[in-house]
């Protein structure tokens, strides 16, 4: 059962720019379980930072609340999996409100897809019950 869906799209350049910017506020504040993975890629950084930025509003998105609620940039965390697939791990309210959306008797899935093509980032999330 699908419980949510949600879609997002980041400009590269702008991203680039907030980050040129802020970069250690920014970071620290919005992703600070990213920076290691989105670090790790010199020429690819601020694309990364991108599909993740779009992941994270995606997410928002397909629980519903968009940053509202609790629900922050902060609480969404982007990972990947070995196989570098990305998925994604939730705190704080936003795993409440996953919680609060899960039938009972249900499990949670969440799948996320990221890309990035010129300047533009984008992610889909889709949240359901198994």
Do not use: N, W
Not at 44 to 63: N, P, W
């Amino acid at each position: 059962m699908i419980l949510g869906v949600g879609i997002d799209h980041c400009q590269i350049s702008r991203m680039e720019g907030a980050l040129t910017r802020h970069v250690a506020g920014l970071i620290k504040r919005y992703f600070p379980g990213e920076v290691i993975y989105c670090s790790h890629s010199t020429h690819r950084r601020i694309a990364r930072f991108a599909m993740h930025f779009a992941a994270k509003e995606a997410t928002a998105k397909a629980l519903g609340t968009g940053f509202c609620q609790g629900v922050s940039l902060s609480t969404i965390e982007v990972i990947h999996l070995p196989s570098g697939q990305p998925t994604i791990r939730l705190h704080g309210a936003a795993q409440t409100r996953l919680q609060t959306l899960t039938p009972q008797g249900m499990q949670p899935q969440i799948a996320v897809s990221l890309t990035d093509e010129a300047d533009l980032a984008s992610a889909i999330c889709v949240i359901e019950a198994t």
